[in-house]
């Protein structure tokens, strides 16, 4: 077993020894390759959705070169940084750390290519690369809810996400199964729950359950919602299971009532950030922009879930309009912002001794662009904003132009993050200027 490397942290449970820099670094800059590559595939599909074609073959590939190439990799890579640091509670193995980064890139790429040709032999393999995948990091990080002094609700978290991406897996496997024959069942209940799982279960509960140490911090704001984390989650994981019941017993009134119940947790969930923006002590930066629009696309995901609870289910560019929100729109645009927030300090910290760029800068701070941040924040929000109208009213026009404006967003948070390498390569007398986020 490698033992981790890096700065000794300082927690209540004593010191404990932060990862190597290069464990989140490949983690972040997968999400932000698959980040790319998912953007030109929205621009490409957005008719498709607005259309309701969900179960179009690069449909699928788009949906999980999102989940699981961004925010999987950005979700991974975060929990084997923030555990360790946050919750005082050390990573199993390093080397672990990189075999499950290794084993979800490459169950990602089968997964996705298989979607794309149509191919179940490379879709099955890719979910037994990512459940392995899952394995590994779920080894490292999930200890934390035993032995964290001072974070065990957010090991809670952890462990209840970790669970609805394995259930979510296992509802794969059963549609990759009818797919090839080998058995009956209802695609539609059974890609729903899959997509709920993956989206609220998984992704979700994840940046909630972190989010609620990190968004605070980032705020300077209080911490002090205990209560609501408890009637979030409970009802959350309630309305996952009972939805994923009805959708595997093809019992229509169970689907209902979970969908109810997710209609419910969504008071508790919407609270959340408006107690961490309402009660901040700071102002907002472009990375704060880009969570504070990625929290508007959570509320505005709940209206879209209730016309499909209220009226017809199978009106399929509604289903489109909320993963648009629930994914591209809240989770996505959060690990950006997110992304925005500690990678700079993470390679500050680490690489300045190497990077005279940085040195000359003088602060993580000064190491993006906060008007190129601002700027992506815009794109991103009205980008996802107007594609989840565009897919309501059935526009294909206006979903494929929105998709390029979110697009265009995606594109300015990449060249930023590179921009800052650059410049850290750059002798220090030449070391351009960057304007400085608050």
């Not at 065990?152 to 609805?164: D, E, P, Q």
Request: net charge positive.
């Amino acid at each position: 077993m490698v033992q981790a490397q890096g700065r000794a942290l300082p927690t209540a449970g004593g010191p404990v020894t932060a990862p190597p820099f290069a464990l989140p670094a490949v983690h972040f800059a997968a999400a932000l390759i698959w980040l790319m590559l998912s953007a030109g595939l929205l621009v490409w599909l957005a008719p498709r959705l607005a259309a309701g074609r969900v179960f179009d073959p690069p449909v699928f590939a788009l949906v999980h070169s999102l989940m699981l190439g961004v925010v999987g990799s950005a979700i991974f890579g975060t929990l084997q940084q923030f555990v360790p640091g946050g919750l005082g509670v050390p990573l199993r193995s390093v080397r672990l750390g990189f075999v499950g980064f290794w084993l979800l890139q490459l169950g990602v790429v089968l997964l996705v290519l298989g979607f794309l040709g149509w191919r179940g032999w490379a879709q099955g393999l890719g979910w037994l690369a990512i459940l392995a995948a899952v394995g590994a990091v779920s080894r490292n990080v999930l200890r934390a809810r035993r032995h964290s002094v001072n974070g065990k609700l957010v090991g809670l978290y952890i462990s209840v996400a970790h669970s609805a991406l394995g259930v979510g897996m296992a509802v794969a496997f059963a549609r990759i199964g009818e797919t090839l024959g080998w058995w009956q069942v209802d695609r539609m209940a059974l890609v729903s729950a899959h997509a709920l799982l993956g989206a609220v279960g998984f992704g979700l509960l994840s940046v909630m359950g972190v989010g609620n140490r990190m968004l605070p911090t980032f705020l300077m704001g209080p911490g002090d919602d205990t209560r609501w984390l408890h009637w979030q989650l409970g009802l959350s994981s309630a309305a996952l299971l009972v939805y994923s019941g009805g959708a595997v017993l093809t019992e229509g009134w169970l689907m209902r009532s979970g969908g109810w119940l997710l209609m419910l947790a969504a008071v508790p969930t919407l609270m959340l950030p408006w107690r961490w923006f309402a009660r901040r002590r700071r102002p907002l930066d472009g990375a704060l922009w880009q969570v504070a629009s990625s929290m508007l696309a959570l509320a505005a995901a709940t209206p879209v879930g209730l016309l499909l609870l209220l009226g017809d289910p199978y009106r399929f560019n509604r289903w489109a309009a909320l993963l648009v929100a629930l994914v591209a729109g809240c989770l996505v645009v959060l690990v950006v912002g997110v992304m925005a927030k500690i990678l700079p300090h993470l390679s500050y910290i680490n690489l300045v001794r190497t990077m005279p760029g940085f040195a000359a800068l003088g602060s993580p701070n000064a190491l993006l662009r906060d008007d190129w941040q601002r700027v992506s924040a815009i794109c991103l929000g009205a980008g996802w904003s107007l594609l989840v109208i565009a897919l309501l009213a059935e526009h294909a026009a206006g979903a494929r132009a929105a998709a390029a404006l979110w697009a265009l967003g995606t594109g300015l948070v990449v060249l930023n993050t590179a921009r800052m390498y650059v410049i850290g390569r750059r002798p220090a007398r030449t070391a351009a200027p960057a304007i400085v986020s608050n």
